[in-house]
C-alpha cells in the first residue's frame, strides 16, 4: 500500500469516471466520461472520499452538508467540488440523481482503486462485504494539484472530512 498523501503533496495521476449532469436524463443515466486529474491545473478544488454511495452517512450526512454549503465553499474560491468512490459511474450518478446534487458536485467513480490506492487512502472492508478496495472517508484540498488539507477520518463518522473543517481550513 502506498503511503498515505500529506500536506504539500502533488495528486496522484490518475483517471476517475463520472457521467455529466443531464436534466433530461432523471431516469436514466448519462455515458460515463474521463476525469483526468491533470485538468484541474490552476484550480482549487476539494475531493471528498466516500467508503460508498447509498450508505447511511454519506448520503444523510456527507453529500448533503456539501451540497448546502457549496456556495460558501466558491465564494472562498473553490473551483470544483468532487465526491469520489470505488463504486462505478452508473451507481454514482444514480446517487446524485437520488440526492439532487444536480450539476454542482462531481460524483466520480475510481471505479479500479486507482486514485485512493495510489494517495494511501484506500481500505480494505472486505470483513464488511465491501471488498478489498474501498476509499477511506476523507476530505482534501488540492490547489494547482498540490495537497493543502487532508482529513482522514479516524472511525465512524463525519468530522475532519466534513464541509466545517473544510470551510475552516480555507480560512
Given at each position: 500500500m502506498a503511503q498515505q498523501i500529506k500536506q504539500g503533496d502533488s495528486l496522484p495521476t490518475a483517471t476517475l469516471k463520472f457521467c455529466p449532469y443531464d436534466p433530461q436524463l432523471q431516469d436514466a443515466c448519462g455515458v460515463p466520461q474521463n476525469l483526468d486529474l491533470s485538468t484541474l491545473t490552476g484550480k482549487k478544488v476539494v475531493i471528498v472520499g466516500v467508503p460508498g454511495a447509498?450508505?447511511?452517512?454519506?448520503?444523510?450526512?456527507?453529500?448533503?452538508?456539501?451540497?448546502?454549503?457549496?456556495?460558501?465553499?466558491?465564494?472562498?474560491?473553490?473551483?470544483?467540488?468532487?465526491?469520489?468512490?470505488?463504486?462505478?459511474?452508473?451507481?454514482?450518478?444514480?446517487?446524485?440523481?437520488?440526492?439532487?446534487?444536480?450539476?454542482?458536485?462531481?460524483?466520480?467513480?475510481?471505479?479500479?482503486?486507482e486514485f485512493v490506492t495510489a494517495a494511501g487512502l484506500s481500505q480494505d472492508l472486505s470483513h464488511i462485504g465491501f471488498g478489498?478496495?474501498?476509499?477511506?472517508?476523507?476530505?482534501?484540498?488540492?490547489?494547482?494539484?498540490?495537497?493543502?488539507y487532508l482529513g482522514v477520518e479516524p472511525g465512524p463518522g463525519v468530522s475532519v472530512s466534513g464541509v466545517e473543517a473544510v470551510l475552516q481550513s480555507l480560512a
Amino acid at each position: 500500500m502506498a503511503q498515505q498523501i500529506k500536506q504539500g503533496d502533488s495528486l496522484p495521476t490518475a483517471t476517475l469516471k463520472f457521467c455529466p449532469y443531464d436534466p433530461q436524463l432523471q431516469d436514466a443515466c448519462g455515458v460515463p466520461q474521463n476525469l483526468d486529474l491533470s485538468t484541474l491545473t490552476g484550480k482549487k478544488v476539494v475531493i471528498v472520499g466516500v467508503p460508498g454511495a447509498f450508505t447511511p452517512t454519506c448520503t444523510n450526512t456527507h453529500l448533503p452538508d456539501f451540497h448546502r454549503r457549496y456556495d460558501e465553499l466558491t465564494k472562498k474560491g473553490v473551483d470544483q467540488v468532487i465526491f469520489i468512490s470505488t463504486g462505478d459511474a452508473f451507481v454514482m450518478d444514480a446517487w446524485g440523481k437520488w440526492t439532487k446534487t444536480n450539476d454542482k458536485i462531481i460524483l466520480a467513480a475510481d471505479g479500479n482503486g486507482e486514485f485512493v490506492t495510489a494517495a494511501g487512502l484506500s481500505q480494505d472492508l472486505s470483513h464488511i462485504g465491501f471488498g478489498p478496495i474501498r476509499s477511506k472517508r476523507f476530505a482534501l484540498v488540492a490547489d494547482d494539484l498540490k495537497v493543502s488539507y487532508l482529513g482522514v477520518e479516524p472511525g465512524p463518522g463525519v468530522s475532519v472530512s466534513g464541509v466545517e473543517a473544510v470551510l475552516q481550513s480555507l480560512a
